[in-house]
């Protein structure tokens, strides 16, 4: 398993429990040493980064350094999240890359996702090793990877 400085945590943001289950196992395959959450709407995305909500009473969550966000989904969608997202103090967004993960084929979402400051990437689905390290290398250039046991 590989240690990535920077990368404690990998926030999944997905309505489906199969695709959570599977980019949790795609994680896993790439051995990233890293706490993955997964939450299924931009509400509860907002309540883990706020430690609000269901969250408020967790003990000490680890702040994500990527969040996968899906664009359709009840409750909050990816678009209603970003709103939220950007009112939030820039101590509380530091360092966070939000990356869209969506199975969206429409050319405006990726146009608008790319008008949008706090996405750093538009991904189709499904997350893949490659697409995962990509990221990884992207946005944590200078990240030290350390074998753990």
């Not at 209603?80 to 997202?85: D, G, N, R, S, T």
Request: glycine share 6%; hydrophobic share 40%; with cysteine.
């Amino acid at each position: 398993m590989k240690k990535i400085d920077g990368l404690e945590c990998i926030l999944l943001v997905d309505d489906d429990h199969a695709t959570n289950f599977i980019n949790s196992m795609i994680i896993k395959k790439a051995q990233i040493d890293v706490h993955v959450e997964v939450v299924t709407n931009g509400e509860e995305a907002l309540e883990y980064l706020t430690g609000t909500g269901k969250f408020a009473d967790s003990p000490r969550k680890l702040q994500p350094g990527i969040v996968f966000l899906d664009i359709n989904m009840p409750a909050m969608n990816g678009w209603e999240f970003l709103e939220e997202y950007n009112k939030l103090p820039e101590a509380q967004k530091a360092q966070i890359v939000i990356a869209m993960l969506t199975t969206s084929l429409n050319p405006d979402d990726e146009r608008k996702a790319n008008g949008i400051e706090d996405i750093r990437g538009f991904l189709n689905k499904p997350l893949t090793v490659d697409k995962l390290l990509d990221v990884i290398e992207r946005f944590f250039p200078t990240a030290v990877l350390t074998e753990t046991l």
